[in-house]
């Protein structure tokens, strides 16, 4: 099975950290990636405010384009969508194509002015998703060379990897990124936050909204002792790292949390350098918390 | 709007000149509202459902957003039923919805919350109701019109646009954001397009002949 990649936008700028380490990870695993051809923008929470009827044309094409690549072993392609948005756009589309005829045929017809057809085939997964349900837990853990002890994650999920089109987790209370960071040797932190939204692109356009919804959740995360925030959304990842100082200043907060990809996590559990994980695009790189006190977590990687 | 004031009041104020009070009515009259609004809306966003909201306020405890708004989700949908379409279309909650969905699989009877939202934000764009150089259909506009054109979003060139079409002093504010991330490999200038576009946009403006949104 090999999956077809769906970078999207953000994993080629922002969340660059997010690919790279994505990538050196499946790598590692030996799971087969290959980008999606001429893929195009998913669409996001911003097209569909405009026009719905395009925002599924948009999106249906990536879909349409994975349909034609039929996999060696005879199964239906999975396309691997890493950023919460593209996932949940690309699943949503496939849902409303699949569920209601209308939606079908304006699509295909747009689709075939273009020149392609949709055949409903392939199905939108997320790397989360593929490591823990495909891949499998049991054999993650067997390949961790250097257990994370010591680390007390709070798993943050973001809104959209669970709901509403996902099947794969509870779509408040999901436990999949928490199952995994266990097997890492990690200690995954309860907490009830971990698919309130971040804002998403709030921080930008209502500055006040979207960093009071930060600052929640990064409150909530220090008084649970948490010593590093692990996200699955290139937005998610952006917004609870790159705002936390001016956080600390507007409302004379003292947070002071890494925030990195759960990809990045794994890879370094893996045994993989921590330069190819990107750990140095991150602001601040996650501390060693084992008695060895300030040794960065690249010295053993 | 102003109740007229009946003729005796009227005599009463004018023996005695202050205090003249004016009534002020908050509330509109069935006449005034679009009752059909509702169900209109409902058809829009996959779900005659809409109409069935038993208004327990579950959409509006889990929303992370409610308490920035001017009318909650509950309300909203509400008002939305009962024809306060003017109002809707003006409120700030429609553009404070960061699609998270929590209300939606929340909900107990299993409304399109965020549909509903898109839906409504769709009519306030097409109609002009939202607050000269508000950022967020500012932003949804120019987003639009990247990807339309070049198959592709360039986040550090839309963001750009997005100051220079609301507020350039943003960007002196961000500039030092960007700096950094720049440092770290996270921003790029570079303008993302894909091959296909020609085709893309064929796709696109088939839809225009296919199914146009009629006003609500």
Same mark, same amino acid.
Request: with cysteine; hydrophobic share 40%; proline share 6%.
């Given at each position: ?41 998913? +669409? ?8 719905? *009827?395009?925002?599924? @044309?948009?999106?249906?094409? #990536? ?45 295909? *017809? ?8 949709? *055949? ?12 823990? #349900?495909?891949? +499998? ?12 002890? +010591? ?7 973001? !809104? ?34 971990? @698919?309130? !939204?971040?804002?998403?692109?709030? *921080? +930008? ?21 948490? #010593?590093?925030?692990?996200? !699955? ?8 790292? !790159? ?8 409302? &004379? ?17 893996? &045994? ?30 | ?60 405890? =889990? ?97 750009? =646009?997005?100051?220079?079409? =609301? ?50």
């Amino acid at each position: 099975m090999t999956y077809l990649y769906f970078p999207g936008c953000s994993l080629r700028s922002t969340g660059r950290a997010y690919e790279e380490s994505l990538l050196a990870v499946c790598r590692k695993l030996e799971i087969p990636l290959h980008e999606l051809d001429d893929w195009n923008c998913c +669409g996001a929470t911003a097209y569909v405010s405009i026009d719905e *009827t395009r925002a599924f @044309t948009l999106a249906a094409r #990536n879909l349409a384009i994975a349909d034609h690549l039929p996999q060696p072993d005879g199964s239906d392609p999975q396309i691997l969508a890493p950023c919460n948005a593209c996932y949940m756009v690309l699943a949503k589309t496939h849902h409303f194509m699949e569920s209601n005829a209308e939606v079908r045929a304006h699509v295909s *017809t747009a689709l075939h002015a273009g020149g392609m057809t949709y *055949t409903g085939q392939t199905r939108v997964r997320h790397p989360l998703d593929v490591f823990v #349900n495909d891949f +499998g837990i049991d054999r993650i853990a067997k390949k961790v060379v250097h257990p994370l002890k +010591g680390f007390r994650v709070a798993c943050y999920y973001g !809104c959209q990897v669970v709901r509403p089109f996902s099947e794969f987790d509870h779509p408040v209370y999901p436990m999949t990124m928490d199952r995994l960071v266990t097997a890492l040797g990690a200690e995954s932190v309860d907490w009830p936050m971990k @698919t309130r !939204c971040c804002g998403g692109s709030l *921080t +930008g356009t209502i500055q006040e909204a979207g960093f009071r919804l930060n600052r929640a959740l990064l409150k909530e995360a220090t008084k649970r002792k948490a #010593n590093i925030i692990l996200t !699955c959304c290139p937005l998610c990842q952006h917004n609870l790292e !790159c705002y936390q100082q001016r956080i600390n200043r507007r409302y &004379g907060e003292t947070i002071n949390l890494p925030v990195a990809y759960f990809t990045q996590f794994m890879g370094l559990a893996l &045994g993989i350098p921590a330069k190819e994980l990107a750990i140095q695009r991150l602001f601040k790189p996650p501390l060693s918390p084992a008695p060895a006190g300030k040794q960065e977590i690249h010295a053993h990687a | 709007m102003m109740l007229p004031v009946p003729p005796a009041m009227r005599a009463a104020a004018a023996k005695s000149p202050p205090p003249m009070k004016t009534v002020v009515r908050r509330i509109k009259f069935e006449s005034e509202l679009d009752l059909a609004f509702g169900e209109r809306v409902a058809e829009r966003a996959y779900g005659q459902k809409l109409l069935s909201c038993i208004q327990c306020g579950t959409c509006s405890a =889990t929303c992370p957003l409610s308490h920035y708004m001017d009318y909650t989700p509950r309300k909203i949908i509400a008002m939305t039923r009962e024809g306060f379409k003017d109002e809707v279309l003006n409120s700030l909650t429609i553009w404070l919805c960061a699609s998270c969905y929590s209300c939606q699989v929340q909900c107990p009877r299993q409304i399109h919350i965020t549909d509903v939202m898109y839906a409504l934000k769709r009519e306030a764009i097409a109609r002009g109701f939202y607050p000269a150089h508000h950022p967020i259909p500012v932003l949804a506009r120019s987003f639009y019109e990247r990807v339309f054109a070049q198959g592709r979003n360039t986040e550090s060139r839309l963001l750009i =646009t997005l100051y220079l079409r =609301t507020n350039p002093l943003v960007m002196l504010r961000e500039a030092f954001l960007g700096f950094h991330l720049w440092r770290k490999g996270r921003l790029s200038l570079k303008k993302e397009s894909i091959a296909g576009r020609k085709d893309l946009r064929k796709m696109l403006n088939a839809v225009e002949h296919g199914k146009k949104e009629e006003p609500l």
